[in-house]
């Protein structure tokens, strides 16, 4: 049977880690029962085209403040506050939930076959709460694009100490002009950027392509209702989606807050960056070509019927399951085009 969130009401205390700077990631509770998610309606609702981090103009970048700040400036009990959406994935990634029926079991959203599927669902409410408190439908969250030379840097936006989207708990000898370690495993490497760059393309080469032949492969272990949580990564949510937070994160924090732990990761705004851009892999991925690969998404119905709770921009509390977000299209978003080299970068 497929993983399905249990009524919000359920959800339990965290796992926390010790020194947690948080003590509760629970979402304010709901008058009315979940409603099942409906896609936004094609006509009416204008395309989110979500842009490159580091391509962004000056306009986009004060609306996205502007986003982050009204999201900041709600109420922790109000769903839409960056503190409650922040807590969305402490919630499903510390043990809050269980799933429906097997209370003694712990819901995690990592390491298995739910990990794509979950975060696009928790961008896709983030997105829609962000662009209707600054009054834009068509707002769309950006991308850091860490596995093109050009975005291999912390976007500039992220690293402005007086910007929304700063968050002083990271590693600040990884701020711009560092490049990213994609590999990155807690140690710094003595590269040359010329042979980091070329060491990234390669590392993203053989995650997406070579380690990700077949759906079962590159989405990762198999995880239903009752199982044991921790089922399995894919080759991307291994790397570099966890590297990516690690090297974030900073490490005189007790527990590499916010990017590197699960509980926290959530309250910094790259965040959302780093996931838009892991959620364009999937995309990527399905679209590499290759005569002798099924590069489609899963046929079990376990995956496909699994489903999580989030609330919407109304703010009322949704339904939604794996099947829904198979197609961004249908989700009203596209990714800007950008050029991908480490496509050529074959090991
Ligand atoms: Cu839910 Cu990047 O972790």
Redesign the pocket.
């Known amino acids: 049977d497929p993983v399905a969130t249990p009524d919000i009401s359920t959800c339990g205390p965290a796992d926390l880690p010790p020194g947690a700077n948080v003590v509760t990631c629970c979402p304010p509770p709901s008058a009315a029962l979940p409603v099942d998610f409906t896609p936004p309606d094609a006509a009416s609702s204008p395309l989110r085209r979500r842009p490159a981090a580091h391509s962004v103009t000056a306009d986009y970048v004060a609306r996205l403040n502007a986003g982050i700040a009204a999201m900041k400036a709600l109420p922790a009990g109000d769903p839409r506050s960056f503190a409650a959406q922040a807590s969305v ?1 402490c919630a499903y ?1 510390d043990g809050s939930y269980s799933p429906n029926g097997f209370p003694r079991v712990e819901l995690q ?2 390491n298995s076959w739910l990990f794509f599927p979950f ?1 696009r669902c928790y961008l896709y409410f983030f997105e829609r709460i962000l662009g209707s408190l600054i009054g834009d439908p068509s707002f769309a969250i950006p991308f850091w694009n860490w596995d093109a030379p050009d975005g291999m840097r912390m976007p500039a936006m992220y690293a402005d100490q007086s910007s929304q989207l700063f968050d002083p708990r990271r590693d600040g000898r990884h701020a711009p002009p560092k490049l990213i370690d994609l590999d990155y495993n807690g140690s710094e490497r003595r590269f040359t950027d010329n042979q980091q760059i070329d060491r990234n393309l390669r590392v993203m080469y053989r995650q997406m392509v070579s380690l990700s032949p077949t759906p079962s492969l590159f989405f990762g272990g198999a995880y239903r209702a009752g199982d044991d949580p921790n089922q399995g990564p894919g080759p991307v949510e291994n790397i570099p ?1 966890g590297p990516v ?1 690690i090297w974030c994160g900073d490490p005189s924090q007790p527990s590499r807050e916010d990017m590197g732990n ?1 509980y926290s ?1 959530g309250s910094d705004p790259l965040f959302y960056a ?2 838009a851009n892991i959620d364009r892999m999937w995309t990527v991925w399905k679209g590499l070509d290759d005569v002798r690969r099924r590069r489609t998404d899963l046929a079990d119905p376990d995956w496909l019927d699994a489903s999580f709770l989030f609330y919407d921009e109304t703010p009322k509390l949704v339904r939604i399951r794996v099947r829904d977000v198979l197609d961004t299209g249908a989700l009203g978003y596209q990714y800007q085009d950008v050029p991908m080299p480490w496509r050529a970068a074959r090991p």
């Open positions: 994935h990634c959203v990592h975060h989606h937070h699960f990761a780093h996931h």
